[in-house]
């Protein structure tokens, strides 16, 4: 059974920094492509960044040059640092695995930046 566990959210001022973890259980991990989603109150889901296999990202526009995501297959854990954060970051955050296409989601953590 794969299982994604986020951890590392919480509440931080506007402009401080945070990162979060994902760690993957019960399935091969280093040929998965994975990425951070995350959904703000009476918004739609959407990406934040993504990591191939291989290392490459891909990163949404609002978040490009704040967020970096990275990977470490021997913990089969991802990472997203989140510095600089806005009140507009504040979302729950999803781990997002694709693997043998099959698709599985974290339970979500809380990101919340005040003012």
């Known amino acids: 059974q794969v299982q994604l566990v986020e951890s590392g959210g919480g509440l931080v001022q506007a402009g401080g920094s945070l990162r979060l973890s994902c760690t993957a259980s019960?399935?091969?991990?280093?040929?998965?492509?994975i990425g951070w989603y995350r959904q703000a109150p009476g918004k739609q889901r959407e990406l934040v960044a993504t990591?191939?296999?291989?290392?490459?990202?891909n990163y949404a526009e609002s978040v490009k040059g704040r967020f970096t995501i990275s990977r470490d297959n021997a913990k089969n854990t991802i990472y997203l640092q989140m510095n600089s954060l806005k009140l507009e970051d504040t979302a729950v955050y999803y781990c997002k695995m694709i693997n043998g296409g099959r698709v599985y989601w974290g339970q979500g953590t809380q990101v919340t930046a005040s003012s």
């Open positions: 990591i191939g296999s291989s290392g490459n990202t």
């Open positions: 019960g399935s091969t991990f280093s040929s998965a492509f």
